[in-house]
């Protein structure tokens, strides 16, 4: 059927009592669904909640879309879609497609007609629903909403309802499948989010420092507003959003009007109806399958040659599914010319980045633009330096200089690490106000070399032990001391003991040494408990390490050390055993340690300096078992470096 000419004079009403009462009955339930969905979630779930008082004590006022939540977006992510589907269904059905549009209606007022009636089925129930809320609100014990809060519910569902309908109708037009016109809808939903991480997850393999958790992290929301619609309970929406899901939804329609001008009728049936377009779906769907096989054996093995098999495995999967349902079809493996076309294009593109033609991986700012630098182990706080003021970067010369010769040796380190590292992330904040940010899997051998002037810097351990920061101890209600053993624990409440214990402890701090054996055994925690506003406490927790000797000189004087931790007095005895077979601490089992022969230790001295030295190493060359007289017993572990005296 030519639809580029008329054949014969079409009457162009743009509304036809026949087709309106067709549409009705076909999709009319969708109106009655979304009616007793919305009156379960929210008016008859609010009378229910009204009877708990504790819930009308939480609840917070306005949080129209916290109320029934998982049947509010349940319903506003599927019956849109449904309603799209259902209500273009005859586009899909070659019979259906025939007869509807012999008719002599035009196009554009036939599609016309459609919009309206589901425009006319999203709306009515959201209205009715505010207008149950509106006349409730008076009803209620308390105050939980205002009218401008029903408000921003009604349009904001409504522009949301609006937008996933009109893009589901707008992929309808590509696809002659009601099935696929479902899978594309989401698929259009997510894609920008989905497509956006798995390059972040594919990139970092290939651009060396590339700080994916960064971008990863960076408001995915914004640029998915399927996503976005579940944050509303903890961030309202805002007027321009809804302004935008309008615009867009607009756009979706002014382009299905278009391409439903252009459709054929014989397109129903047909995974793609527009030809051209098979082969942007065929590469476009290897693509995506590729680098979610990528992401995976990267993730899993962390090695260039399984995330190589991960791009040729998954790719070779995804072009093949994409040729059958473009074919309908298992006899598709003759196209295998056109795959080798494609793996040998993005060869191509890998090798960009593999060889970092676009300088990415050696790209340092000058120092002297460099206002304050971030270094740690964690992207949050470079993120989120508001939280934590500015205490998670440096800004003394000495200590930037540092981190910038860091980064140098970095850059240098091309080879993919997998085992013994130490993630690093470094970032610099520049003069101009832009920000660099890298982050890297590093060795633990050069990691702690270049590592040890940071630390023993002031400016370091301010930023990192906050209780340095503290200057007047007024504030702190209670500090207490835990083990990590036996439940042991001492509360120091007390003012001048707070004090006295304060000072000790950030003199130790200031005096710590650069140990990173040493700092892998501890005894417990310090925990500060202290008011940072009226009202508002807030805790600050420092490991307790056994390298703490004032710390626990202190406890000894106060007489407190035997209740802080456990000691020598709490122990029978200990078993040193060699770890021949390298396992790591956690898979030897009772059973295993009394058949394993070794040293037992039944002399104080040499018992209190198993303890001194004891930590949790994971592959240690001694595994050491403490027997407490209450029956327990602690599997720790020494290391060749770090070995009590009577075993040298």
């Known amino acids: 059927m030519n639809w580029g000419k008329e054949d014969m004079?079409?009457?162009?009403?743009?509304?036809?009592?026949?087709?309106?009462?067709?549409?009705?009955?076909?999709?009319?339930?969708?109106?009655?669904?979304?009616?007793v969905g919305l009156l379960f979630a929210l008016p008859i779930h609010i009378f229910m909640m009204t009877e708990d008082e504790?819930?009308?004590?939480?609840?917070?006022?306005?949080?129209?879309?916290?109320?029934?939540?998982?049947?509010?977006?349940?319903?506003?992510?599927?019956?849109?879609?449904?309603?799209?589907?259902?209500?273009?269904?005859?586009?899909?059905?070659?019979?259906?497609?025939?007869?509807?549009?012999?008719?002599?209606?035009?196009?554009?007022?036939?599609?016309?007609?459609?919009?309206?009636?589901?425009?006319?089925?999203?709306?009515?129930?959201?209205?009715?629903?505010a207008g149950c809320l509106i006349i409730m609100k008076p009803l209620l014990p308390v105050s939980l909403y205002s009218l401008k809060h029903i408000a921003i519910w009604f349009t904001g569902t409504l522009a949301m309802n609006v937008l996933l309908f009109s893009g589901t109708v707008f992929v309808g037009m590509f696809t002659g499948m009601s099935m696929l016109q479902g899978v594309f809808a989401y698929v259009l939903f997510f894609f920008s989010a989905g497509i956006f991480v798995l390059l972040m997850f594919n990139l970092?393999?290939?651009?060396?420092?590339?700080?994916?958790?960064?971008?990863?992290?960076?408001?995915?929301?914004?640029?998915?507003?399927?996503?976005?619609?579940?944050?509303?309970?903890?961030?309202?929406?805002?007027?321009?959003?809804i302004y935008i899901y309008i615009v867009l939804?607009?756009?979706?329609?002014?382009?299905?009007?278009?391409?439903?001008?252009?459709?054929?009728?014989?397109?129903?049936?047909?995974?793609?109806?527009?030809?051209?377009?098979?082969s942007v779906f065929t590469y476009g769907f290897t693509f995506c399958v590729m680098l979610v096989g990528g992401a995976y054996?990267?993730?899993m093995q962390q090695r260039i040659t399984w995330i190589i098999f991960g791009y040729v495995f998954a790719s070779l999967i995804g072009y093949f599914i994409a040729r059958i349902i473009l074919e309908k079809t298992w006899r598709v493996f003759t196209h295998w010319k056109a795959y080798v076309q494609y793996i040998g294009f993005i060869a191509v593109v890998s090798l960009l980045f593999a060889f970092d033609l676009f300088g990415f991986g050696k790209y340092q700012p000058p120092l002297n633009d460099i206002e304050r630098a971030y270094f740690g182990d964690d992207i949050y706080y470079f993120e989120n330096d508001n939280e934590n003021g500015e205490n998670a970067?440096?800004?003394?010369?000495?200590?930037?200089?540092?981190?910038?010769?860091?980064?140098?040796?970095?850059?240098?380190?091309?080879k993919l690490q997998t085992e013994n590292t130490k993630h690093v992330v470094i970032g610099y904040d520049l003069k101009n106000g832009k920000r660099i940010v890298r982050q890297y899997a590093v060795p633990l051998e050069v990691y702690n070399q270049f590592y040890k002037p940071i630390?023993?810097?002031?400016?370091?351990?301010?930023?990192?032990?906050?209780?340095?920061?503290?200057?007047?101890?007024?504030?702190?209600?209670?500090?207490?001391?835990?083990?990590?053993?036996?439940g042991k624990a001492v509360r120091l409440r007390d003012r001048e003991e707070i004090e006295s214990f304060l000072h000790i402890l950030q003199r130790q701090l200031v005096d710590e040494t650069f140990d990173p054996i040493a700092w892998n055994r501890e005894w417990g925690a310090i925990i500060v408990t202290y008011e940072k506003q009226k009202g508002i406490t807030e805790e600050t927790m420092i490991k307790w390490k056994k390298s703490y000797h004032l710390v626990d000189e202190w406890l000894q004087q106060r007489g407190l050390l035997q209740q802080a931790r456990a000691t020598v007095e709490d122990v029978s005895e200990v078993k040193i055993i060699k770890n021949t077979k390298r396992l790591k601490t956690y898979e030897w089992t009772d059973d295993m340690i009394?058949?394993?022969?070794?040293?037992?230790?039944?002399?104080?001295?040499?018992?209190?300096?198993?303890?001194?030295?004891?930590?949790?190493?994971?592959?240690?060359?001694?595994?050491?078992?403490?027997?407490?007289?209450?029956?327990?017993?602690?599997?720790?572990?020494?290391?060749?470096?770090?070995?009590?005296?009577?075993?040298?």
């Open 9 to 35: 004079p079409l009457k162009t009403f743009l509304f036809n009592r026949g087709i309106f009462s067709q549409i009705v009955r076909n999709v009319g339930w969708v109106a009655l669904v979304y009616f």
């Open 54 to 129: 504790n819930w009308l004590m939480h609840h917070q006022t306005g949080r129209i879309f916290d109320i029934g939540s998982i049947i509010q977006f349940s319903l506003m992510f599927t019956l849109p879609v449904l309603l799209a589907i259902f209500l273009f269904r005859y586009m899909q059905v070659r019979l259906s497609a025939d007869y509807i549009h012999s008719l002599p209606v035009k196009r554009e007022a036939l599609f016309l007609q459609h919009i309206v009636t589901a425009m006319i089925i999203l709306t009515v129930p959201v209205a009715m629903i």
């Open 204 to 241: 970092k393999y290939f651009l060396h420092g590339f700080a994916y958790e960064y971008y990863l992290s960076y408001n995915i929301d914004k640029i998915a507003p399927f996503i976005r619609a579940l944050t509303w309970e903890s961030k309202p929406i805002q007027p321009i959003e």
């Open 249 to 278: 939804a607009f756009i979706f329609y002014v382009l299905s009007v278009w391409l439903y001008k252009k459709r054929h009728v014989e397109a129903a049936t047909d995974a793609i109806a527009f030809r051209p377009l098979r």
């Open 297 to 299: 054996f990267g993730e």
């Open 393 to 414: 970067f440096f800004y003394e010369r000495d200590n930037i200089e540092h981190i910038y010769l860091f980064h140098q040796q970095l850059m240098k380190q091309q």
């Open 455 to 486: 630390f023993h810097s002031l400016e370091f351990k301010k930023n990192h032990y906050p209780i340095l920061r503290i200057n007047d101890f007024k504030n702190v209600l209670q500090v207490r001391i835990d083990s990590n053993l036996g």
């Open 594 to 648: 009394e058949r394993a022969e070794g040293i037992v230790v039944k002399d104080k001295t040499k018992i209190e300096q198993c303890m001194q030295v004891a930590g949790w190493d994971e592959r240690a060359d001694y595994i050491v078992v403490t027997y407490y007289k209450s029956g327990y017993a602690d599997i720790q572990s020494f290391t060749k470096h770090f070995i009590p005296p009577f075993l040298h």
